[in-house]
Nanobody, 128 residues
Framework: QVQLVESGGGSVQAGGSLRLSCTASGLTLGDTAMGWFRQVPGKEREGVVCITWRTGLTKYADSVKGRFTISRDISKNTLSLQMNSLKPEDTAMYYC?????????????????????WGQGTQVTVSS
């Protein structure tokens, strides 16, 4: 059974930083795409950034380019998201997701609908 557990959310003022982590278990992270997504109540889930686990290809949403950085620790099966220069519009529930089938296509689309495994989410709140 795949388990993704996020941590690191919280409240911060605009301009501040947070680091999210996601620890994966129950799946072989070889040819897997992983990603961070976020959702605000009443809005569609948004792909923040996706990465191919084996090769490290990344794809960022335009809204976070230059501010957010995704990384992975292969030895610990951990995915991280460093968020700098946070803005109030970054406020959302952030989810870690993984998809082991057709990883390249999943990474390339970086849309929530193609990812089959999800964490429980961690709240990020940025105040102005």
């Amino acid at each position: 059974q795949v388990q993704l557990v996020e941590s690191g959310g919280g409240s911060v003022q605009a301009g501040g930083s947070l680091r999210l982590s996601c620890t994966a278990s129950g799946l072989t992270l070889g040819d897997t795409a992983m990603g961070w997504f976020r959702q605000v109540p009443g809005k569609e889930r948004e792909g923040v950034v996706c990465i191919t686990w084996r090769t490290g290809l990344t794809k960022y949403a335009d809204s976070v380019k230059g501010r957010f950085t995704i990384s992975r620790d292969i030895s610990k099966n951990t995915l991280s998201l460093q968020m700098n220069s946070l803005k109030p519009e970054d406020t959302a529930m952030y989810y870690c997701a993984a998809e082991g089938r057709d990883a390249y296509s999943s990474w390339r689309s970086c849309t929530g609908g193609v990812f089959g495994s999800w964490g429980q989410g961690t709240q990020v709140t940025v105040s102005s």
